[in-house]
């Protein structure tokens, strides 16, 4: 990407987010509040969940 590129693409980003009204933003804001990811993905990243649900896939192939 070049110089020119990234300077047009942060000034299209910039320029959007102000022309959305505040109470949208504030709406996005909280959505993105509930939707959190569990604490241990925050913590430790994507390697406990890989852990978790290759364990759920390994038992449920044994029943």
Known sequence: M???????????TFVEHF???KEE??????TRKQQKQSITYEL???LP???KESVKMIKKNRM
Do not use: S
Request: no cysteine; aromatic share 16%; net charge positive.
């Open 2 to 12: 070049k110089t020119n590129d990234y300077v047009r693409f942060l000034t299209q």
């Open 19 to 21: 022309e959305t009204p």
């Open 25 to 30: 933003r504030k709406k996005k804001r909280e």
């Open 44 to 46: 430790f990243g994507i």
């Open 49 to 51: 969940y890989t852990v």
